[in-house]
């Protein structure tokens, strides 16, 4: 199984800041990544797939690179409504796993 | 819009089976695909199964595989999770979600764009 590790697990951070959160996978996986933002007692957010295409209606501050192995996704300017928790996972085989997740906190 | 809503979650005793359903509205069932994903208390999210359009393929976590088993009644725009043989760390909340295709520099994959709010399943005797 492709394992992801996210970093880091926990940030604290102000509204304005630029944020940026990595996602490794164990083993080359193309551009097969997607993004979710997940706020307490909700459903998971899709906010980017393909590592680096943005879901429709979700705001462009928010944006993905990456490819092989090493990903990043990248909130240009914090706004109140993006302290959440962000999961990586993996689209390239099954099972489709998860990274284990990073909460933006607010500093 | 797209709306799936799960239902069938409840308290149940190890070793016990429980049913869960999802029923889908506002897009073509029959045309894609459908997750489940699971999350365990104040934990992150674990994918579960997922099966295709038609039912044709299935794949599952290792950690449900021979326990669970993911299925579709196109007729009724409805996807299964039949679960047995419950466990304390099946405890979670359980998601089902859409399956979504991409196509892109000639490979295609695909991800979990629409999801349901979920519902809860207790394993604990």
């Known amino acids: 199984d492709i394992q992801l590790t996210q970093s880091p697990s926990f940030l604290s951070a102000s509204v304005g800041d630029r944020v940026t959160i990595t996602c490794r996978a164990s083993?080359?996986?193309?551009?097969?990544v997607a993004w979710y933002q997940q706020k307490p007692g909700k459903a998971p957010k899709l906010l980017i797939y393909g590592a680096s295409t943005l879901q429709s209606g979700v705001p462009s501050r928010f944006s993905g690179s990456g490819s092989g192995t090493d990903f990043t996704l990248t909130l240009s300017t914090l706004q109140p409504e993006d302290f959440a928790t962000y999961y990586c996972?993996?689209?390239?085989?099954?099972?489709?796993?998860f990274g284990q997740g990073t909460k933006v906190d607010i500093k | 819009q797209v709306q799936l809503v799960e239902s069938g979650g409840g308290v149940v005793q190890p070793g016990k089976s429980l049913r869960l359903s999802c029923a889908a509205s506002?897009?073509?069932?029959?045309?894609?695909?459908m997750h489940w994903v699971r999350q365990a208390p104040g934990k992150g999210l674990e994918w579960v199964a997922v099966?295709?359009?038609?039912?044709?393929?299935?794949h599952y976590a290792e950690s449900v595989k021979g326990r669970f088993t993911i299925s579709r009644d196109n007729s009724k725009n409805t996807v299964y999770l039949q679960m047995n043989s419950l466990r304390a760390e099946d405890t979670a909340l359980y998601f089902c979600?859409?399956?979504?295709?991409?196509?892109?520099?000639?490979?295609?994959?695909?991800?979990?764009?629409?999801w349901g709010q979920g519902v809860l399943v207790t394993v604990s005797s």
């Open positions: 996972q993996q689209l390239n085989s099954y099972p489709r796993t």
């Open positions: 506002g897009f073509a069932f029959s045309r894609y695909g």
């Open positions: 979600a859409r399956d979504s295709r991409y196509c892109s520099n000639n490979n295609c994959s695909s991800f979990a764009d629409n």
């Open positions: 099966t295709y359009f038609d039912g044709s393929d299935k």
């Open positions: 083993q080359g996986i193309r551009s097969d």
